[in-house]
C-alpha cells in the first residue's frame, strides 16, 4: 500500500527547521520503504491557484488558515495501515507536530 | 437451541471466515445472510446438522465461490478460496477469525462510532436497521457510515489481524471500550438492553479467546454486575431506585457469583487495571446483604486505586461519607465544588444527600433544587422531585 505522510507543524516547528530528521530518513532508506518526498518551504512563500467560471484567482498564502501547515511530504510503500503509523510514529516531527497519513488513490487499470 | 439463538452465536463466526477467505467485507455479510436463509429453509425439513456453525460456514464459502465464478475475478482468489475445505480442516474451529475481525472493528483509526456500529453489524449479527434505532438516527445514516468504515478499512489498509504482540497493550483498551461503552448505551435505556446483552456475549467471547487478558475478564465482571442489578434500577413510575434502596432480592444473583468467579480468576492473573478495580466495586455492593451492610472503606480504597478523574474524585468523596460519617463527605464534595464538575447534577446531588443526613434541610433542600436544574433524564428527576419533597416537609 502507498501512503502520503504530510508532516505539519505551527510555527513553533521553525526550530526544528535544522534539525533534519535524525537518522529516520537513513533507516526507511534501509527498510526501502520511502518512494519519494522533499521537505517545502514555509507557508507564507506558498502561492494558492484556484479557476472559477474560468477566471484565474491567485492568492498569496496556503489555501487554509490553520496554524497546522504542512512542511514537508514522504510518500511511503509498505503493508498496511499499522506499519505506515509505525513509520510516522517514529518520523522526528510526530515529536513536536503531526503528521497526516494518507492512502493514496491507486491509478485505475489502463492509466499505466 | 432456537434458529434466533443459532443465528447470535454463529453469525460473528461465519462473517470472520468469509473475511478472511475472500478479504471482501460485503461479499462476506452476503454470503452469510444467504447461508442463514438456507438453513431456515433446509433445517426445518432435514433437521439441524451436529455442527450449524460448520455447515453455514461450508454454505457460505460455496455462495462466495459460486459469486467469484460468476464475476471471473481473480482466478487465483477464487482457487484460493475453493482450496479451504471447512469440513476436513475447520477453520470454523479457530477462534481466531472473531478475535481478528473485533481488532479490526475497533482499530483506533476508525472514528468511535464506526467501531460501535461496525462491531454490532459484523461481530454481533444486528441489521442497519436495529443498530440506527439503538443509536436513534435515521437508517440511512446508519447504512452510510457502515458503509464509510468498511471503506476506509479497506482504502486505509487497515490490517485484518490480531495484532501482534507488541501492539496489543496499546490495542486491547480499544476493543474493550467499545464494549463498555455498548454496554452502557444499552443500561441507561430500557429500551435499548438488546446492546448491554450484545456486549456482555461479545466480551464473553473475548475472555474465551484471550483468556490471559485480565482487563478483558474485569470488564466482563463488571458487566455481569451491574445487568444482574438492571431490573432494579427503576420504580414502577419510572423514577430511579440508589442502591440503597434496591430490592436485593431481585438481583440476579446467580449472575453475581458467576461474576464474583470471573473476577477472582482475573486478579489472580496478577496485572490489575481500572476495569478489575470497578468490578471489585460493584462486588462490594453487589455481595453486601443489605445496603447497611456495605464494606464503605474498602470501596473507598478502591476508589484511590482509580485513575482521579473528577467524577471518581466524587464517588470516592461519596464512598468516604459513607465510612466516616456525612461531615467528612460534605467536605470532601465541596472541595470539588469549584473544579471541573461544574454542572454536573451529581454534584449537588450528593451535597444535598449529605446535608439531608445532616439534618441540614434547608441547605439540602436547595442543593436538591440545584441538582434538578441540572439533571438529564427523567428517572432522575423523579427520584430527586422525590427527596426534595422529603425534606420540605417540616417535621
Redesign the interface.
Known sequence: ?K?LLMICGDESAAEHANDGCGGWSEDMEARGVVTGGAGLHPPDEATTVRVREGELLLTDGPFAETKEQIGGFVLIDC????E??EIAAKHPAAGYGTIE?R?VLEPPPGVV | MTFEEIYRQEWGQVVATLIRLTGDWDLAEECAQEAFAAALQRWPEDGVPDRPGAWLTTTARNRAIDWLRREAVGAQKLREVAAVSVEQDPPYDVPDDRLRLMFTCC?P?LAMEARVALTLRTLAGLSTAEIARAFLVPETTMSKRLTRAKQKIQ?????YRV?PAH?LPERTPAVLAVLYLLFNEGYSDVVRSQLSSEAIRLARLLVQLMPAEPEAAGLLALMLLHDARRDTRLASDGALVTLDEQDRTRWDHTQISEAVDVLDGALQLGASGPYQVQAAIAACHATAPTAADTDWPQIAALYAQLPQTPVVALNRAVAIGMADGPAVGLRLVEDLAAGPLTGYHLLPATRADFLRRLERRPEAATAYEEALSLATTDAERRYLEKRLREVSVRS
Request: glycine residues 6%; proline residues 16%.
Open positions: 500500500m501512503y503493508a498496511d495501515l499499522d505506515a503509523v497519513i492512502p | 482499530h483509526a482504502h486505509a489498509g487497515i490490517p495484532p501492539l
